[in-house]
């Protein structure tokens, strides 16, 4: 303790009384705030502070019951389902392969489980499905190509660029999208035919209407082709896609009054039909 000194004599008393005066002097320019003007502060504050947060755990609390009617309710359910690319096989068709209906959940489509769905068809080459905000569900697909129709008891069976006989898609009308194979019993001939067309340019494919099977002794693998224009072809399935990639610069040199047959068995050359031989052909010519 410091002695303060009052005359000759140092006062412990007279340090107390200083420092008290110092306090007075700084109390009355307001620099020291007393202790019971601060609580009602300090009070207000933890009450300010206490309310933000009931009012933050009040919102998440009904952010997350709305969640839930809205996860259980109509609103979470896919709307809308849009597809593209499909070409013989209806929107219809494969949204039921989907499985995704009016009652299935958008947040619960598993886009890869619904692709693997789809692409179990024989004839959905590739899948792919996306989710489009709020609630649509955006499929699209690839189609294995019909390079031909198998013909068979009044029947037309669709035959893939992958070799694969559609049995359970057949029709019963003659298509326009593809030739239809007349005649044909080997199955080895038909894949390595089906291989053939599969290589042609989907233009020279679109103008085959028939190609009947027609081996001869010089030639086991004879096919005959009719084309849409009136021009016969008679050619192998060895070199079929070679030689009739051909077909549009070879039909561009002929007189297209003239129609007749195109041999490509080996190298090509042009003999008119006779009169009388054109008739008849037309006349036996398959459906």
């Known amino acids: 303790m410091f002695l303060f000194k009052c005359g000759n004599v140092f006062c412990p008393w007279a340090r107390m ?16 705030v007393v202790l019971e003007d ?37 609103l979470s359910a896919v709307r809308h389902v849009e597809v593209s690319g499909n070409r013989h096989l209806p929107a ?19 886009e890869q489980n619904v692709e693997a769905k789809i692409a179990r068809h024989p004839e959905i080459k590739e899948a792919t499905v996306k ?16 390079v031909a129709y198998v013909y068979n008891r009044q029947t037309f069976f669709p035959l893939l660029e992958n070799g694969q006989l559609l049995k359970q898609e057949a029709v019963k009308t003659a298509p ?17 035919m089906t291989g053939q067309l599969a290589e042609l ?11 009947h099977y027609k081996p001869t002794g010089e030639y ?3 096919v005959v082709v009719y084309m849409n224009d009136g021009y ?23 007189d297209r009054n003239v129609k007749g047959v195109i041999h490509l068995e080996v190298g090509s050359y042009f003999v008119p039909y006779e009169p009388t031989k054109k008739e008849d052909d037309d006349e036996t010519k398959s459906p």
């Open 232 to 254: 016969e072809v008679s050619a192998t399935i060895h070199n079929f896609a070679d030689k009739l990639s051909h077909y549009p610069s070879i039909i561009a040199e002929l």
């Open 201 to 211: 340019p989907a233009a020279v494919l679109g103008a085959i209407s028939e190609i």
């Open 176 to 192: 326009s999208d593809a030739p239809v194979l007349v005649g044909w019993k080997s199955g080895e001939a038909i894949a390595e």
């Open 131 to 146: 989710k489009r905000l709020p609630n649509t569900i955006v499929i699209d697909v690839r189609e294995w190509r019909r």
């Open 38 to 74: 601060r609580v009602p502060k300090l009070k207000e504050r933890r009450r300010q502070k206490a309310n933000r947060r009931l009012i933050l755990y009040l919102f998440f609390f009904f952010l997350f019951i709305l969640c839930v009617l809205y996860f259980q309710s109509p």
């Open 220 to 222: 086991k693998d004879r």
């Open 17 to 32: 009384w200083a420092l008290d005066k110092k306090a007075v002097n700084a109390m009355e320019k307001g620099k020291v």
């Open 92 to 110: 219809e068709r494969i949204i039921s392969l989907s499985g995704i209906t009016k009652r299935t959940s958008f947040w619960k489509v598993n």
